[in-house]
C-alpha cells in the first residue's frame, strides 16, 4: 500500500554523458543532478547519477544512486529503480522504487522501508522529485 508522502525535492541536472552498449544493447545515457528539498521533515541537500537505456518499445529502464546529506551533517545514501517516459516537451518522466541506507538518528525511520518515486526532468534540467512510504 502507498504510504505518505515522505520527501520532496527540486533541482538541476549537472551533467550528461553516453556510455557505449555492450553486448548489442543500445548506449545507455548517464545523468548527474544535485538538489535540495526535505526527507521525514529533515532539510536536505541531494546529490545523484543514473543511468537510462532506451527499450524497443521507447520506454527507459534506468537506475541510479546517490547520497544526501542535512544541515547538521546527518547522511544517507540511496538506491533506486525505475522505468520511465520522453514528456512532449523534451523531458522524461520517471517512476520506480528506492531504498536507503543511514545510521543517522535523522534517518532512522528510512530503516526498512521502499520508497516508490516520481522524478521529472524538464528540457531544461530542472527536476523535481517526490517520495511515498511504501507499507
Given at each position: 500500500?502507498?504510504?505518505?508522502?515522505?520527501?520532496?525535492?527540486?533541482?538541476?541536472?549537472?551533467?550528461?554523458?553516453?556510455?557505449?552498449?555492450?553486448?548489442?544493447?543500445?548506449?545507455?545515457?548517464?545523468?548527474?543532478?544535485?538538489?535540495?528539498?526535505?526527507l521525514l521533515g529533515v532539510p536536505v541537500k541531494d546529490m545523484g547519477t543514473y543511468t537510462a537505456r532506451l527499450r524497443a518499445d521507447g520506454t527507459l529502464e534506468g537506475g541510479g544512486q546517490g547520497v544526501l546529506m542535512s544541515p547538521t551533517g546527518?547522511?544517507?545514501?540511496?538506491?533506486?529503480?525505475?522505468?520511465?517516459?520522453?514528456?512532449?516537451?523534451?523531458?522524461?518522466?520517471?517512476?520506480?522504487?528506492?531504498?536507503?541506507?543511514?545510521?543517522?538518528?535523522?534517518?532512522?525511520?528510512?530503516?526498512?522501508?521502499?520508497?516508490?518515486?516520481?522524478?521529472?526532468?524538464?528540457?531544461?534540467?530542472?527536476?523535481?522529485?517526490?517520495?511515498?512510504?511504501?507499507?
Amino acid at each position: 500500500m502507498l504510504g505518505d508522502l515522505i520527501g520532496e525535492e527540486q533541482g538541476q541536472v549537472t551533467g550528461q554523458r553516453v556510455l557505449a552498449g555492450e553486448h548489442g544493447l543500445p548506449p545507455t545515457v548517464e545523468t548527474s543532478f544535485a538538489a535540495t528539498g526535505t526527507l521525514l521533515g529533515v532539510p536536505v541537500k541531494d546529490m545523484g547519477t543514473y543511468t537510462a537505456r532506451l527499450r524497443a518499445d521507447g520506454t527507459l529502464e534506468g537506475g541510479g544512486q546517490g547520497v544526501l546529506m542535512s544541515p547538521t551533517g546527518a547522511h544517507a545514501t540511496w538506491k533506486g529503480q525505475g522505468v520511465g517516459t520522453f514528456t512532449e516537451s523534451g523531458g522524461n518522466s520517471f517512476r520506480g522504487s528506492i531504498v536507503y541506507d543511514s545510521d543517522s538518528p535523522e534517518f532512522a525511520g528510512l530503516r526498512g522501508v521502499a520508497g516508490v518515486f516520481e522524478f521529472e526532468v524538464d528540457a531544461d534540467g530542472k527536476t523535481v522529485g517526490k517520495l511515498w512510504a511504501w507499507k
